[in-house]
């Protein structure tokens, strides 16, 4: 009975030691999405110069190793980003324009313009982030993109694979703000 008990407690050590802790943040290595079970595929600190900015994390349904697939796969999907210091509603929108410019080939931007424009405008509408503030950026089949602040969801549902695919290529595309950042999301540091 004592070695049963030690095998639960034993398990439970292990198993919990799986959550990813950076910056002083813990990260679940599993969460749920409606009834759908997503696993923590990897996750790293953005930095922009010299600061720390927010602690990243990337929730897919199985673990993937590559940008490319993680980009082709179905099923919901998480970026989590739990800040580690104050962004203004303008900070947030220049960094997601910029990479969204240096990921997004001319003629799939203008074709997504219309989702673009309403992410820019929602991120406006939360005015600013505070460190501490948890934003999960949401994809669900054949429902679209949901921001949620702080566990609130905000504003409409973004729809489109497409436009979250596009988002994500902010992390994880051929231009990324912080590639050490896409190599950790993807699982290779």
Request: aromatic share 6%; glycine share 8%; charged share 25%.
């Amino acid at each position: 009975m004592r070695s049963r008990a030690l095998a639960v407690l034993s398990f439970g050590v292990v198993f919990g030691a799986q959550a990813a802790e950076l910056a002083g943040v813990r990260l679940d290595d599993e969460i749920r999405i409606g009834e759908e079970r997503l696993v923590l595929n990897g996750a790293g600190v953005r930095k922009r110069l010299f600061f720390s900015v927010n602690v990243v994390g990337l929730y897919l349904p199985e673990p993937k190793r590559s940008a490319e697939d993680i980009l082709a796969a179905p099923g919901s999907k998480r970026v989590t980003l739990v800040m580690l210091r104050d962004v203004s509603a303008d900070q947030f929108v220049d960094a997601f324009h910029a990479a969204l410019e240096a990921n997004t080939p001319g003629e799939e931007s203008k074709r997504l313009q219309p989702q673009i424009t309403a992410f820019e405008a929602l991120l406006r509408e939360v005015k600013e982030v505070k460190k501490g503030d948890v934003v999960h950026l949401d994809y669900r089949p054949n429902t679209g993109t949901q921001l949620i602040l702080n566990g609130v969801p905000r504003g409409k549902v973004i729809e489109g694979e497409d436009f979250y695919r596009a988002l994500l290529r902010n992390w994880l595309g051929p231009n990324p703000a912080d590639a050490d950042l896409k190599n950790a999301l993807i699982g290779a540091q």
